[in-house]
């Protein structure tokens, strides 16, 4: 019997109360939404306002738009039109609290203030601490510093560990990392990249991805871009790295780690500057186009006049401005952009924002990256530190992704949007809805809504007026709508062998798995099963509740409608097929029980795109589990190469 057998409380205290990122990420985004809906609720209360069809605003209403705010789902059980400003005022500082990018900002800088205590720690203990902490005071001040180790601090390496190895891991531990031998990489790519058929999956025939004509067409290109971005150049490092495939360190010393990290936390501090103010360009550049434009005659007076309230014209600019690069979909016109369907400078803005705030933002974030790379003096430490985050960007960061991901993630995205787009075109053919708008709108109505089936959830039709296939369209997109995301995050994990559970003992299926689709396929059929089964129970537990709806037929009620509203919920994307009777979501309607599943919803559909727990850009630096994850990492590519190497024996002497 174990201790922790012995002992419940203590077995209960690691099994569930043990912090990591995801339980840190879901508190604070709890925690906020309920202080936040106390607030918002308590406002209009005082104020005696905010009358929904002649009843008070409840609090499940309240706690249901802050939570839809703050992860950006954008469904809204009440008309915003009838909030007072300062509960708008809630809604926008909860958009801007949920997005990626300031979430982002804030792990950045958790995990430097980590980097500084465990460099604290490292004072207490090594003289090659202080060494370090020397050269980051002489960063700091603006002095060079030199990246190849002095022959002092090589002889304090060698005092202190016996082997020139000393790092930030464990200032007590005298753990020296064991070399393997390596083999040649042509020997162990020439076994991972043959595919026999008759040995994989059922042994049928071959899947059109697995084809070598269609490796060769769509893979090739892509492995040439990696190689590319994983070239020779390694100047922001003092020693020659061996990489694997996906251009990550291996047999690394604790001196090599050591050094590693020191650029980590200067790509940690360069992040934590070029975030925020990617967040502010922006949105300043929008605001100084939306703004002034929005108080043209035409545009205030849909504005103004569309209903109740007089809404400011400047302040709907500024908040649909938040809400689309937030991807949240909240509009404080209770039509949402229908009124302004024709508007095309507005459009165009929104949905550039939502672009580069949401869908497109690792592509335009990497790109920043490469153009500061490319006007900053290549002697600098600046331009060093640059090209370290375009080689090894998921050491530092999320949602950084390599060059070959970032382009497959790309084009991924924008065939999903050109695709939901044409068949916007095609099949609301001869419907009146759709063919009294004008040709020329019609398009860019159908190129916007196509962004917001994905994400944003701005609705530019009525959805309800558009044809079954269509909205069957849009449920399919707005169910894979986080997949390219997800996809790129699981690919581009330092550890993806270790999260996909690979084990070291699996010898069968060793060849499978290097390949890239088999990697793909892999995280695929996991992420989509298991969202499946949220989706399903939120289904089944809301037709339960509204049974009598569904029943008496009551407007705007059917299966198909609750099953999109679950899907647009969970997919934080903000459509709704809506009532016929108001401009609210679907949910509006819904019983209280109803509206708490939702919400229970949308917050795992916010988590569902962060990494995983063994992700290495949200461990703690030098903690045990990144150590444990490096080891196991070595051993397993220790192994594969080995296996390689006796497959392409076995095969030469099967030939000879």
């Not at 926008?92 to 609290?97: F, G, K, M, Q, T």
């Not at 497109?360 to 640059?386: D, G, Y």
């Not at 903000?574 to 609210?584: A, E, F, I, M, R």
């Not at 397993?636 to 024996?649: A, I």
Request: charged share 15%; with cysteine.
């Amino acid at each position: 019997m174990t201790s922790q057998t012995k002992n419940p409380l203590l077995y209960l205290r690691r099994s569930f109360f043990q912090l990591n990122f995801y339980r840190l990420h879901l508190s604070y985004f709890i925690l906020t939404i309920l202080i936040a809906s106390v607030i918002f609720y308590g406002s209009g209360r005082a104020d005696d306002v905010n009358e929904n069809n002649g009843l008070p605003l409840a609090y499940i209403d309240a706690l249901f738009l802050c939570a839809s705010a703050m992860t950006a789902a954008g469904l809204n059980t009440v008309n915003l039109g009838i909030l007072t400003a300062f509960q708008q005022s809630i809604l926008a500082i909860l958009i801007v609290l949920g997005n990626i990018i300031f979430v982002s900002f804030l792990v950045g800088g958790i995990r430097r203030y980590l980097f500084s205590r465990k460099l604290s720690s490292v004072l207490q203990h090594t003289e090659i601490g202080r060494q370090i902490a020397d050269d980051v005071n002489r960063q700091e001040h603006g002095q060079a510093t030199n990246h190849q180790p002095s022959a002092a601090m090589n002889g304090i390496l060698e005092k202190e560990t016996g082997d020139s190895t000393a790092g930030f891991r464990d200032p007590q531990s005298t753990h020296i990392q064991r070399r393997h031998p390596r083999t040649p990489a042509s020997l162990y790519e020439s076994s991972v990249n043959r595919t026999r058929y008759h040995e994989t999956g059922f042994g049928g025939l071959s899947a059109p991805w697995e084809l070598a004509s269609v490796r060769k067409l769509f893979i090739r290109p892509f492995k040439r871009l990696t190689q590319q971005a994983h070239g020779n150049n390694h100047s922001y490092i003092s020693f020659n790295p061996s990489l694997d495939q996906k251009g990550r360190f291996r047999s690394l010393t604790e001196q090599q780690r050591e050094e590693l990290g020191g650029l980590e936390y200067r790509s940690l501090k360069l992040l934590s500057w070029i975030l925020p103010a990617y967040l502010i360009f922006w949105i300043t550049i929008s605001v100084l186009i939306l703004v002034p434009y929005s108080y043209r005659q035409n545009i205030a007076s849909v504005v103004r006049g569309s209903q109740p309230g007089n809404l400011n014209p400047g302040w709907w600019a500024f908040f649909t401005t938040l809400s689309g690069f937030g991807d949240c979909g909240l509009s404080l016109l209770n039509s949402s952009m229908i009124s302004l369907n024709g508007e095309y400078l507005i459009l165009i803005v929104v949905g550039a924002l939502i672009l580069v705030g949401n869908t497109q933002f690792p592509v335009f974030l990497r790109l920043t990256i490469w153009f500061l790379s490319k006007i900053v003096p290549q002697t600098s430490e600046l331009h060093q530190t640059l090209s370290f985050l375009l080689d090894h960007p998921r050491r530092c960061f999320i949602y950084l992704f390599p060059s070959t991901i970032t382009w497959y993630l790309f084009a991924v995205q924008v065939v999903i949007d050109l695709t939901v787009w044409v068949l916007f075109m095609i099949l609301n053919i001869g419907l009146p809805a759709v063919d009294s708008i004008p040709g020329g709108t019609r398009t860019i109505d159908g190129l916007f809504q196509a962004l917001g089936a994905r994400t944003s959830g701005f609705s530019i039709i009525t959805i309800s007026s558009l044809a079954p296939a269509l909205q069957v369209t849009y449920l399919a997109a707005m169910y894979i709508s986080s997949l390219p995301i997800i996809i790129s995050l699981r690919r581009s994990n330092i550890y993806e062998e270790q999260s996909l559970g690979i084990e070291r003992s699996d010898k069968h299926d060793d060849n499978q798995f290097k390949s890239e689709t088999s990697y793909v396929g892999r995280h695929i059929s996991n992420i989509l099963v298991y969202d499946l089964w949220y989706i399903l129970i939120a289904f089944f537990l809301i037709c339960v509740i509204e049974r009598n709806a569904l029943v008496t037929g009551q407007p705007g009620f059917s299966v198909f409608c609750i099953l999109f509203e679950v899907a647009s919920a969970y997919g934080l994307v903000g459509l709704s097929t809506g009532v016929p009777y108001d401009n609210y979501s679907l949910c509006g309607t819904f019983h209280v029980l109803s509206k708490i599943v939702l919400l229970a919803l949308m917050l795992r559909g916010r988590h569902r795109v962060l990494p995983l727990a063994t992700d290495r850009a949200v461990l703690s630096p030098g903690g045990e589990t990144m150590r444990r994850m490096d080891e196991d990492y070595d051993l397993v590519q220790d192994k594969s190469v080995r296996e390689g190497l006796r497959e392409v024996q076995k095969d030469e002497k099967a030939v000879a």
